[in-house]
């Protein structure tokens, strides 16, 4: 070793005179690494498509999405439609399902979950025990495992009789579920929106000014109550005086008209304008980002990889709209007709009868083979289970959430606030949770992407959610691949949302700082 | 008890927090419970609850008519073990023997200084206690039955119950172990007095103790494989008839093993070289376990002879001569040369096996595999001989571990088994998790390190199988592995579909593993990887030696957290069908009928299998608060 620092030190000089050779020059190994992790990656997964492709034809498996279009021929236990007529349909109620029970299952679990969270906190002995009884049980066992134990109570409920209501009636529960009213959209839902919407904007400006008015004159002017009065004169109002919008059915039909007049190649052209425009904004701000007065900074290989990766999306968008998929542009216009179309319909004619309706639930067939009528709103025992066991399971990781959040916001806020003689329910609600909010709002995203993922669990009992349902299709039609990227799609999509959402209000929520 | 140790003592170990002066009674329950009228209400609002849901879960645990234990006990077997062929079923005894051995062996070795005081002890006691008392007084009243021992019932139909006190009777044995437990809580407590606080017990010592309790337990109330006598209706412990299925002698031989590789550990403590002897041990522990003595392969000793055991010696002379070249100080630019040829043979022996240009065994390949990754970091390992001679060695006992795996993966198993796995139940949701971690853990480092890394294409490809595998649900990637895995595997290939859905859980867990080294590689400073550049290490030592290691324990209670979802994630192997813990409870025993009839008793077995895994997962969170602690990640 001694030897070999002296060379290296009585060799430094003539080093750094001279340039090191082409195969130890960092930027060609580095390249050439990566090049060839990607020739390796891109081809593992060209073997394994070649090899799988082949299996497929040898087992006479095409991967195609046809399956979407035939009638399976299967019932749904429960959801928008029981007997759908294409497989596209079968799992359109799949999904439909799977978000139903995702933001019940958020809704809930956030309020049970902060409501946890702030019980474990409690100076109460009885009540900080029970809520950490609550966590450390139910966040130690996995959700499937709950699921199952919701699923084999609530199978053990009693038979489906007619004495089986509950709640004087309103409902029936039974081991086939609880059926409950129905509150459905009737026919003059639409217009009734419209009153809706205008009280909501006047609302909002209602609103506004009176805190306007409470931070000048520091005068109690309950914003939140005119809002909500404004909003609720509006809806009542709006009850008995909607079906004087009728006449907007033939504005947005004429509107839908004047779409479908849109030729095809404008509406492709645009969308190419506007990805091949966004492409160049992107490397324009890329390049005015790297500006300095100096003029413009020396691009890092990275640098000029991003810009060429731009150009290259740029153009594979292109390429996309214009030939891989002209239909993209026509659909667009197809929809967008269709949707003013839709609105015309609701808003015309015989449109103008009660804007919100409900059904009593309802028990069919005789002797021993009851069943719940169409009529209420059912949930199976399925839903039940799934629900109670992702709602019960977050709601444990949410409340040690809450409570991580309520234990960052310094010891001194909450000193202050019983300084300017805040009650504790007060400080609470007023100075801790909101602060407490702002740090545990992305790990709370990342809970509800849980959640959601969760929700795929259905197939266990039965709940006819989209896993469950394109297992069906997979079994029938054989066509593993393409169910199983529809469902990987559909998850990404889901997940995707949930996080831009979330960033959204992070960032809207942060605290602004000097 | 030989654990006993004074104060002195513990506190030249553990330093300890000042006492907190504990509160007299009257005052702790006005200060914590009744502070206000709000706060009052609130106590007898949740006691109430308290007791409701306490003694639901109890009679619903116990009380129910339809409940029957024997679904579980009687068992025991399938649960842990499921369809493990009888006339080996030593062999599972060997394994546990075996992990116990090395459990006890690493105690005494490392022999970790964890105490507990006997005050807490005695708190367990009276707690535990105190709780199988509430438990057993939350009996409810004995069910009524006509002459023909049917349940009666009322005109509402339901079942009639006699008075409370009646139930009561069917509770002795649960009331005289709470009084056993109170006694013997309270006899600590008041028995040692003032030095209750003072006087500590070594956790090891308590842990064997406990470990102890349970086993002995067993020769009172026989647990495991029961057998059914039809003629009376009856089932019974299948006592003596085979020393492996009656539970309780192999336990305590168990038992005595740990202990006694307790003491052999302690006792060769001071001997080199035996803490990483005992980690590697660990590392192959699994592999060994599965390969050898529950598969129990069948090797063709001829072929051992013959092509086997002369292809491990050329590769490891000739890879030994080439290493032991490549280590030399003085080579230079050659040996890098030289080490990128033989990657490129390694590449070339799969790309011409794959196009059929020439047959070559497996193993060839995968050595030529081993030789190019040593010959890659053979540089680092350049200096005098000693050093040297400790890499060459290294490549000896790694190729021969190697070989001696895959020869005896090679083998058929000798079990006579029906379905196409022995693995199930317990044992294979251990197996899935350990596996599962034990794999994906380099792959999640790699990953992280991708991710965190400055060449864009690592980077955008790490990244995106990241956020795909993390945006889509676990159950969807076991679909994929369990379905399409097969599909895609070239012809003459197979993977049996517990092989498949572990590969799921590895690739699952990874990803997520790679976020939390990811929150620890972003915690590193940046001047430690100056200083490490300006100290003249390469990438490979600068990311080995100074990086990882920090950036590692930093992530280590995210880490621990992940394992506990993994181990959770197992439980869904049972929704793809594989024979795991879960649907044994949920699908197998609800559907036996002989030799005894368990039809329709699903909730027993649910109940015990979230008892199982709560445990598991319970513990390993409790470990990761106190690692956290002891760390003091979260004060720095």
Partial sequence: MGEQRVTSTSTLASTQATKPPWYRDTTIVKWFAQVAALVLVVGALAFLAIVGGD????????????????????????????????????????????????????????ILGVLIGVARLSQNWMVNKAASAYIETLRNIPVIVQIFIYAAVLGGLGRLTADSDFLWGLGYISAKGVSLPRVFVADGFYQWAVFLVIGSVVGFFVHRNRVRLQESTGRITYPNLWALGVLTAFAIVGWFAHPMWGFLSGVFGSIGDAWDSIPQILMQLLLSALVVFSAASWIRRFLDSKRTPAGLAKLTDDDIFRIIFAGVGGVIGLLFLMVLWPGLSSWIVNSGSDFWHFL???????????????????IEGEGTLLKYGPQGLTMTVGFAAMFLGVTLYT????????????????????????????????????????????????????????????????????????????????????????VIALWMLFYLACSLSISVVVNWFNVRMKIVER | MSGMITVEEAEEVVALPPEQPSLPPGEWIRKNLFSSIGNGVLTVLFALLLVFAFRGLVNFAFENPERDWDAVRANLRLYMTFAYPLDQYVRVWVSLGIVLSLSGLSAGLWSPDGYVSARRISTWFLGGGAVLLAAALAVQGQLQRDENGEFLIDEDLELIRGSWASGLG????????????????????????????NTFVRTVNLTYAGFGVI?????????????????????????????????????????????????????????????????????????????????????????????DLPMYLAFAVIGGAVLFTLTNPSLGEIGRALAFVLLLVAVFTFVGGFFGWFSMLQKARLSFVFLAA??????????????????????????????????????????????????????????????????SFPLGVLLALARTSSLPIFRLLATTFIEVVRGIPFITVLFFFSIMLPLFLPEGMEVAEHGAVIVGLVLFSSAYLAENVRGGLQSVRRGQY???????????????????????????????????????????????????????????????????????????????????????????????????????????
């Fill in chain 1, 344 to 362: 015309a319909d609701k808003f015309g004619d015989g449109r103008s009868g009660q804007p919100v309706d409900a059904m009593m639930p309802t």
């Fill in chain 2, 170 to 197: 069917s509770r002795i044995s649960w009331f005289a172990l709470a009084a056993i437990l109170i006694g013997a809580g309270a006899a600590i407590w008041f028995g040692l007095g003032d030095r209750r606080r």
């Fill in chain 1, 395 to 482: 709601a444990a990781f949410i409340a040690e959430i809450v409570r991580g959040g309520i234990l960052a916001v310094p010891k001194g806020q909450s000193e202050a606030a019983s300084a300017i003689g805040l009650n504790r329910a007060q400080s609470l609600r007023q100075v801790i949770l909101p602060q407490a909010f702002r740090v545990s709002l992305p790990p709370l995203g990342n809970q509800y992407l849980n959640l959601t993922k969760n929700t795929s669990l259905g197939i266990a009992v039965g709940y006819a959610d989209v896993v469950s349902i394109g297992n069906t299709l997979l079994n029938q039609s054989g066509k593993a691949l393409s």
């Fill in chain 2, 530 to 636: 100056e200083a490490a550049d300006a100290t003249g290490l390469t990438t490979a030592q600068r990311t080995g030696l100074i990086v990882l290691p920090q950036a590692l324990r930093v992530s280590i209670p995210p880490l621990v957290g992940q394992t506990i979802s993994s181990y959770k994630e197992t439980s869904l192997f049972a929704i793809v069908g594989i024979f795991d813990f879960l649907r044994i409870a949920n699908n197998v025993v609800p559907n036996q009928s002989s030799p005894i009839n368990f039809v329709g008793h699903k909730r027993e077995g649910l109940l015990f299998v979230s008892l199982i895994y709560w445990i598991g997962s319970y513990a390993m969170s409790k470990y990761s608060q106190k690692l956290e602690k002891k760390l003091g990640v979260g004060s720095r």
């Fill in chain 2, 215 to 307: 086993v002995g337990s067993l020769w009172v109330v026989r647990y495991g494989h029961y057998n059914g006598s039809p003629a009376e209706g009856t089932h019974y412990a299948d006592p003596d008839s085979l020393v492996a299925m009656s539970t309780r002698l192999p336990w305590t031989v168990m038992w005595v093993l740990l202990g006694v590789s307790y003491f052999v550990g302690k006792a060769v403590r001071g001997w080199p070289l035996l803490k990483p002897l005992a980690l590697t041990f660990w590392g192959l522990l699994p592999f060994f376990v599965f390969w050898v003595v529950l598969r129990d392969p069948d090797i063709d000793w001829a072929h051992v002879w013959t092509t």
């Fill in chain 1, 55 to 110: 299996n497929l034809e040898a087992k006479d498996i095409a991967t195609d999405f046809d399956f979407l279009n035939i009638n399976q021929g299967f019932d749904i236990s429960e959801g928008i439609d029981s007997d759908p007529d294409t497989g596209g349909r079968a799992l359109w109620v799949g999904i439909v399902n799977t978000l139903r029970l995702a933001v019940a299952g958020m809704f809930v679990a956030t």
């Fill in chain 2, 374 to 439: 040593f010959a890659l970091v053979a540089n680092n390992f350049a200096g005098e001989f000693a050093k040297r001679r400790t890499f060459v060695i290294g490549w000896l006992l790694t190729l021969g571990v190697m070989h001696y795996f895959v020869t005896l993966i090679n083998s058929a198993s000798t079990l006579n088994i029906r379905s196409d796995s022995f693995l199930g139940g317990f044992m294979f949701t251990i197996f899935a998790a350990v596996f599962g971690l034990m794999f």
